[in-house]
């Protein structure tokens, strides 16, 4: 519980009825739907239910309703946290492999931010950058000598 308030994940989604299980039992339905950042996301609620429910005061503050909230792509949200809390290494060994080159282009190159606006303008900067990288780590691993002799082949 957070401030002493149910979390969203303490309530259960039926994919094959559309509603989210309250941790009374009770159903909360779509019933209506907004859009964030250019997805959609669906608003449940049980305002009737809400009303006389024993646990609604561990569950919201509002006078007379809890709403959940859930995007068009939760359900691939959910498949990725259910594989990541099956195999938690996946993640360390992605922070070891993936997440050091970008480090490394901040913090040697400094590109903390990039210099050009627009979509096309930062996707050819941080091609360059990127090119950039790769050449010295090259250069550091086979030396000047085997990346020459690796150009000529």
């Not at 669906?42 to 006078?63: I, Q």
């Amino acid at each position: 519980m957070k401030n002493g308030l149910f979390r969203k994940d303490e309530f259960h989604y039926d994919a094959a009825r559309d509603v989210y299980v309250c941790p009374a039992g009770e159903a909360l339905s779509r019933n209506h739907e907004s859009t964030l950042r250019d997805l959609k996301r669906f608003h449940y609620t049980n305002p009737a239910a809400c009303s006389a429910c024993p646990l609604r005061v561990r569950c919201t503050t509002t006078a007379n309703r809890r709403q959940v909230t859930r995007l068009e792509n939760e359900a691939v949200l959910d498949r990725v946290a259910a594989r990541l809390k099956a195999r938690p290494w996946v993640l360390d060994r992605r922070r070891e492999v993936v997440e050091h080159p970008f480090g490394s282009i901040k913090q040697w190159m400094y590109q903390g931010a990039f210099l050009t606006k627009g979509l096309e303008k930062v996707r050819a900067e941080f091609s360059l950058t990127a090119l950039a990288y790769n050449l010295r780590r090259a250069i550091n691993i086979v030396g000047v000598e085997g990346l020459m002799a690796a150009v000529r082949a």
